[in-house]
């Protein structure tokens, strides 16, 4: 079992940032995959950014250059930073973990809100 919490959605003007935490507990040592996806009202989640394990990183591209995904193994936590925020970028933002046996896990979503 593994369990995620996330925190540090809010609102934001256009151009700002945040960071956005995901805390991780249970079973850490069976995840490969850590990801967040966003959804947005009548839209599909969406696949934002994930990296596995050895640290391997990838992006959807509407979020290239602006957001960074990273992981503190220490600390159990992944984190997106999130730069240069656009009205777009508005949505509920979920973070998900994949076992190494297929399995995935997801946090409650964290709002974020971009005014324009």
């Known amino acids: 079992q593994v369990q995620l919490v996330e925190s540090g959605g809010g609102l934001v003007q256009a151009g700002g940032s945040l960071r956005l935490s995901c805390a991780v507990s249970?079973?850490?040592?069976?995840?490969?995959?850590m990801g967040w996806y966003r959804q947005a009202p009548g839209k599909q989640r969406e696949l934002v950014a994930r990296?596995?394990?050895?640290?391997?990183?990838n992006y959807a591209d509407s979020v290239k250059g602006r957001f960074t995904v990273s992981r503190d193994n220490a600390k159990n936590t992944v984190y997106l930073q999130m730069n240069g925020l656009k009205p777009e970028d508005t949505a509920v933002y979920y973070c998900?973990?994949?076992?190494?046996?297929?399995?995935?896990?997801w946090g409650q979503g964290t709002q974020v809100t971009v005014s324009s």
């Open positions: 998900n973990a994949i076992q190494w046996n297929g399995r995935d896990y």
């Open positions: 249970g079973s850490i040592f069976s995840i490969n995959v």
């Open positions: 990296i596995t394990s050895s640290g391997i990183t």
